[in-house]
Each structure stands twice: as C-alpha cells, then as structure tokens.
C-alpha cells in the first residue's frame, strides 16, 4: 500500500458514513472535511484551515487550542460556522492519530439547513434519521401544498357560488337575493335612498315576433344602458323577466331622479338591431324615496314603486311617476 493510502481509505469511509465530519492534525488544523460540511463553506478551500479560524466554538467555553476540545466531556462540542447563514452545529471529537477526528449534525436546525445551503437526502449518511425527517418534511410539504391549492380552489368555488347567487346569469345585474340584501341594509343603517322600478313596454311583442333570443338580446342591451345610468354605489337588478330595480343610496333630489327616468326611456326606446331586424321597446319607471317614509319598509316601498310604475303606464306608458303617500311629509335628507 503506497504512503497515505491508508489516509484516504479512511476519509473516502468518513465521507460516506460521516459526510459532515473534518479530520485535523496535531495544530488543529483540516486535513479533509466531508462533502456535506463542505457545502457550508462555498467556494472555499478548507484544507489547511484552522478550526477556530473557520468555527466559532460555543462550547466548552473559552476553549482555545485543540487539546482544550479533546478534553471536553464527553467529546461534545457546540459549534458555529463564521460564515452566513452561521447555523449552530452540534458535534463530538475524539482523538485521531497525532490530531483528531470531529463529526457533527445540525441538530434540531436541520430543516433550516436544508433550506438555506439547498441539501438533499444525499448528503447525508444513509443511516441518519435525518433522511426520515426530511421525508416527512418533503412528504408535509407536497400535502401543504395540495392543500393549500385545494383550499384555492374551494375559496375559488364558493366566491364564485355566492357571486352567482346574487347574480342575473342572462344579464349579470344583481338579481331579487342581492337587492333585497343591499336595500335592507340602507335601510338598517337608515341612509336615505330611492328605488326605481323599471318595466319595459313592449317587451312581450318583441319576444312573440322576432322570437326568444331577439328578447334576451333585448334584456342584455337594457342592462347595459341601466348601469351605465348608475354610480358606483348604485345598484341595477333584474327581479322579473322584463322588470328591473335601480337603487340610488344617497339620492333624494326629486328632480334629479326625474331627469334619470327621461334619460333611461329615451334611451331604451331607441329601436334596437337584431339579426337585422329592429327590437321597438319603451319603459314605465315608478319611484319611491324612503325619506317619505316614517319607517321604511322594503317590501313596502317596492310594493309602492311598482303602484307608481303603473301609474305611468295607465297615463300612456313610456313615462314615469312618483309614489308619494298623501299628507306625508319628506324627512330630511340623511
């Protein structure tokens, strides 16, 4: 066997069994560290490296030398690297030829070691428990992971379930749910407000000659023409097939409501293209502030809303009207 053979049998043994183990010579300095230690120090040579130059030792205190660490108890030693991350080793020494031999772990750091000088179950001893633990480590993530996607995916499903339980599929306005939550809670936090409820004239005509998809390209348009009507705030819904309710929180201007009725029946009776044929249609608004009321009521005042839609409709449709309770005086404006 040539000179040193020996030597290097030894270390390629240490560096299977022990790949975080250093072996020093009588100065305490490194002859060979293990793959795995290695790794803490990057790009750096270690042999030839003091041990004190490279660790900082915790324990035993105030050791300074190498036969101070042989004559720790036990040989057990607490270690930090002086280079970043700096993760705290644990660690025993024992006497090895004319210097020493030195193993150590990460201890209940290693997870955090994993992580931060990017590891794998290869750089450990086939033997040590860590393996297990970083199974079950990679086996906690994966089943984090899938469940956190999952949890995505359900949050994702039942936002989506609850936005279309408040929702018109054929229109995407606010359906009957959603207003009667929106004007109940005005109505809990006392905000003064009115509803307008709008009927389309003519509707039932445009569905009987020109057919159903003609009628929901119809309701799709008057959608379209009721949000733009609206502030952000407001809320336009679709309670029937032809009938629809604006909310306007806030806005008790008699006059202004008036001039949004005359602009939305202008509008909608505007003729409309389909499939080249033209869709006639008109609208009878009602409208009801709660400020008319003592205690508003939301059943109530759509119930008055659609008596004064009906109101505009016996005057000759494609008009609108005011429900106004006889000797009621107005509150003041919230």
């Not at 004007?183 to 936090?189: M, S």
């Not at 000659?209 to 407001?234: C, F, K, N, P, S």
């Not at 003729?271 to 006639?280: I, V």
Request: net charge neutral; glycine share 10%; charged share 25%.
């Amino acid at each position: 066997m040539s000179p040193g053979a020996g030597s290097v049998a030894a270390d390629c043994a240490h560096d299977a069994l022990c790949p975080m183990h250093m072996r020093l010579d009588a100065d305490g300095k490194l002859c060979h560290a293990g793959p795995t230690l290695a790794k803490l120090f990057p790009g750096r040579t270690l042999a030839g490296q003091g041990l004190f130059d490279l660790f900082e030792v915790a324990r035993p205190r105030e050791a300074g030398s190498l036969a101070a660490l042989l004559r720790a108890p036990g040989g057990k030693l607490h270690l930090q690297p002086r280079v970043p991350p700096g993760i705290a080793l644990k660690g025993v020494i024992a006497p090895w030829g004319a210097g020493a031999l030195v193993n150590l772990s990460f201890g209940i750091s290693v997870i955090e070691a994993v992580r931060a000088y990017g590891l794998t179950n290869t750089d450990f001893a086939a033997t040590d428990m860590t393996i297990e633990l970083l199974y079950l480590v990679e086996a906690k993530s994966a089943a984090m992971e899938a469940s956190r996607k999952l949890n995505q995916r359900l949050e994702g499903a039942m936002i989506a379930a609850e936005e279309q339980a408040v929702t018109d599929t054929l229109t995407g306005l606010k359906n009957r749910r959603a207003l009667d939550h929106i004007v109940g809670r005005l109505i809990e936090r006392a905000r003064d407000f009115a509803l307008m409820v709008v009927d389309l004239d003519y509707f039932k005509t445009v569905n009987d000659t020109l057919g159903h998809a003609a009628g929901d390209h119809v309701l799709r348009q008057v959608a379209r023409i009721l949000v733009d009507a609206t502030r952000e705030g407001d809320t336009a819904a679709r309670v029937g097939g032809d009938e629809f309710v604006l909310v306007f929180p806030g806005r008790s201007d008699r006059a202004r409501l008036a001039a949004i009725a005359r602009r939305l029946i202008a509008q909608l009776s505007r003729p409309m293209p389909f499939d080249g044929q033209m869709c006639r249609i008109s609208a009878s608004i009602g409208i009801a502030q709660s400020a008319v009321y003592e205690r508003p009521d939301a059943a109530r005042m759509l119930a008055d809303a659609d008596a004064a839609l009906y109101d505009s409709k016996r005057e000759g449709r494609g008009r609108h009207a005011f429900h106004a309770p006889p000797g009621a005086a107005p509150r003041a404006a919230g």
